[in-house]
């Protein structure tokens, strides 16, 4: 089971904002290692999105943001579009397992 | 642009052994420090295998119990997941991705398309 808590579903009319928490622990995100953001559009690969609690690859519109606070990440999706609706993924590294960890995924819906 | 392209059997009896290979292209093995493989079995979550330094030193996720390997070809730029004694549990889509650095605060891009195994018989 992943260490990387997020919540199963999250959902939106277009033109909203809508916020995905990572709730991790002291020995990941509250142990001061990144957060990193992936987005997974069905029957495709996982695509980053985020870097670094806060970063944007060239390309991953502005729309997109991250930020991190104690043991927690958090992806903000503005202006939802209909091309968001995707699977999104936490990523951090774990200091008890010694092995980068992944969160739980959380499904956004596009109502 | 470096691009990761996996390839290998679609599926392996209970008890085998799982070998995947995944070839880079667009870049050399040796100019990013690590390379990983990442398992999603069907319509569930992501799970970090491993991952392998273009030297031959490699880490493991301890939930695996040791019957992951990976290895590395310099020479054909690609490298390799050995997946022993696998179960139904071990059905997946596979990939393979780049890992960027720094140590420890590392994510991964680009990543393979995948390769779905089934483990059946």
């Known amino acids: 089971q992943s260490v990387l808590t997020q919540p199963p579903s999250v959902s939106g009319a277009p033109g909203q904002r809508v916020t995905i928490s990572c709730t991790g622990s002291?020995?990941?995100?509250?142990?001061?290692?990144?957060v990193h953001w992936y987005q997974q559009l069905p029957g495709t690969a996982p695509k980053l999105l985020i870097y670094?609690?806060?970063n944007r690859p060239s390309g991953v519109p502005d729309r997109f943001s991250g930020s991190k606070s104690g043991t927690s990440g958090s992806l903000a999706i503005a202006g939802l579009q209909a091309e968001d609706e995707a699977d999104y993924y936490c990523?951090?590294?774990?200091?008890?397992?010694?092995?980068?960890?992944f969160g739980t995924g959380t499904k956004v819906t596009v109502l | 642009q470096v691009q990761l392209q996996e390839s290998g059997p679609g599926l392996v009896k209970p008890s085998g052994t799982l070998s995947l290979t995944c070839a880079v292209s667009?870049?050399?093995?040796?100019?990013?420090?690590?390379w990983t493989w990442v398992r999603q079995p069907p319509g569930k979550g992501l799970e970090w295998i491993g991952e392998?330094?273009?030297?031959?030193?490699?880490n493991y996720n301890p939930s695996l119990k040791s019957r992951a390997t990976i290895s590395v070809d310099k020479s054909k730029n690609q490298f390799f997941l050995k997946l022993s004694s696998v179960t139904a549990a071990d059905t997946a889509v596979y990939y393979c991705?780049?890992?960027?650095?720094?140590?420890?605060?590392?994510?991964?891009?680009?990543w393979g398309q995948g390769v779905l195994v089934t483990v059946s018989s």
């Open positions: 991705a780049m890992v960027v650095p720094p140590e420890r605060n590392n994510w991964f891009d680009p």
């Open positions: 667009g870049g050399s093995i040796i100019s990013s420090n690590w």
């Open positions: 392998i330094h273009h030297s031959g030193s490699s």
């Open positions: 002291s020995s990941n995100i509250g142990a001061g290692y990144d």
């Open positions: 670094g609690n806060i």
């Open positions: 990523q951090s590294y774990d200091s008890t397992l010694s092995n980068s960890v």
